[in-house]
């Protein structure tokens, strides 16, 4: 089996800028994927190479198998791209937007699963709106009903839930959920790291156009600084733990631990210390301290 | 046929029929009334060929002007009204190979060139009736100079980055190519050094040989000038080619 996404020693550059600097990326059939990086990271620009809308100066990248420079009618064909930016073209319907979509993908007769897209986005009273007349929020939906028209087996969000509200994440990520677990490889960029967590399976970081962490979500969430303890004592805390601790917090202290294991280090030392614990919660670390740890210092 | 070729042509159809005021309608308007102040100015005082009125001399040069015009402005302003909303994404994601790509637009073109060219010249019949008598040739240099001129739009159309250098270009290379082409006279009527110059005009070309189809009468042998058009639009689809091959300003 081919990976979904595979990505050897790509390097572009715009300029004297290096938007991608020798990036090494497999994505798994099947996966759902993050992609985290800070604006200007080369997060688009990975995609653009992806989806052929831009060219690489160096390395190879393929879809399924498929080079996305020789055979790129292949590779085009397997790819979804949501685009980043919200773009439509304002002379047609949402129907008529589908209908050409599925035209230039081949599909001269598509009518049934736009039926079917419209339905699980909600667009289906939007069906004969212009473009143009649309909130937002419905345009977005249009964008990701677009490029599905052709069933692509990989599909890749460029910040989908970027500026939308609430109700229509929520709509938008049951209906890609609901395509991941039904084979579709997932890929997907976002700002909203509870949402990478929540979704991903395993996520890169880029950074100026290098990978600087790429692992499973879980793995990358074990890596981060153990956990935080939150305690009430029945006295002073003893001088050994205090470097530990991060804050007071009225009558409990807040200590960071590196890790599990040093959590029956830390009773122990309570214990010798002939301090009794009266009430205690763990803090999980969360992507976002990752992030801002890998992405700082790397 | 391919359908992502037939896709993007009929978008491209559709979207000059959805705007059909602008595209069509406004187009003919504008040639009408070239045909009513030139031939009230002149139908007195020119007569170009012998037992020809002035006003149906002008019609079929009209109506050339009227095909080469649109077809220029359908393919490079489409393409660049994609380009700035950027909805050409939607294009530039699919399997379209640059060939597709390239006939989608150039066919686009000549249809819009071919429909306001038949509008102009059923509207100038109410002034007067030119003959026709080789209707088909005028039909051959009417798609190749549409299809000449939807290929240079093309590449307009990638090249502009902003509507005001599209713009440059139609003034400053399409509208001086057509007037000095002898839309308006034959250039048998011009100084001898015009004469010399229009000749290394394609435009004239196309206009004379157009109107070889009318009266059968042209300054230019029509073999010769079929020869100078197919030419020119075998080379101008050639560089068209190149350029969309080479993802020029479409693919960073
Ligand atoms: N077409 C382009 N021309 C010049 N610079 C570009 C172009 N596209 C992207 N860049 C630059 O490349 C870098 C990476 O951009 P991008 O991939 O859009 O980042 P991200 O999507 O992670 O925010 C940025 O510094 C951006 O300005
Ligand atoms: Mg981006």
Known sequence: ????????????????????????????????????????????????????????????????????????????????????????????????????????????????????????????????????????????????????????????????????????????????????????????????????????????????????????????????????????????????????????VGEDYLLALSSYPALETMLMQLREAGLTVLEMSLQQPDLEEVFLRVVGKA | MKTSFVTLFYKEVLRVQKVAFQTLLSPILTAVLYLLIFSHVLEQHVEVYPGVRYTAFLIPGLVMMSVLQNAFANSSSSLIQSKITGNLVFVLLAPISYWEFFAAYVLAAVVRGLVVGAGVYLAALYFAQPAMDHPLWALLFAILGSALLGSMGVVAGIWAEKFDQLASFQNFIIMPLTFLSGVFYSIHSLPAFWQDLSRFNPFFYMIDGFRYGFFGVSDISPWFSLAVVAACFAAMAGFTLALLRSGYKLRF
């Open chain 1, 1 to 248: 089996m081919f990976p979904a996404v595979d990505v050897r020693q790509v390097s572009k550059r715009y300029g004297s800028l290096q938007a991608l600097d020798g990036v090494d990326l497999r994505i798994e059939a099947g996966e759902f994927f993050g992609l985290l990086g800070p604006n200007g990271a080369g997060k688009t620009t990975l995609i653009n190479l992806l989806s052929g809308l831009a060219r690489a100066d160096s390395g190879q990248l393929s879809i399924l198998g498929r080079d996305v420079a020789a055979q790129y009618r292949d590779s085009r064909r397997l790819l979804g791209v949501v685009p980043q930016e919200l773009v439509f073209d304002p002379f047609f319907t949402v129907r008529e937007t589908l209908r050409l979509q599925s035209g230039y993908f081949g599909l001269r007769h598509n009518d049934a699963w736009i039926d079917e897209l419209m339905h699980h986005l909600d667009l289906t009273d939007k069906a004969d709106t212009n473009m143009r007349r649309l909130s937002g929020g419905m345009k977005r939906r249009v964008l990701v009903a677009q490029a599905l028209v052709h069933k692509p087996p990989v599909i890749v969000l460029d910040e989908p839930t970027a500026g939308v509200d609430v109700e229509l994440r929520q709509i938008m990520w049951r209906f890609i959920q609901r395509l991941n677990r039904e084979g579709h490889t997932v890929l997907l960029t976002t700002h909203y790291l509870e949402e990478a967590e929540a979704l991903c399976g395993r996520i890169a970081m880029l950074k100026r156009g290098r990978i600087v962490a790429l692992d499973s979500t879980q793995n990358l969430l074990n890596s981060a600084a153990g956990c935080r303890v939150r305690m009430r004592l029945s006295g002073e805390l003893p001088a050994v733990l205090a470097p530990h601790m991060i804050e007071r």
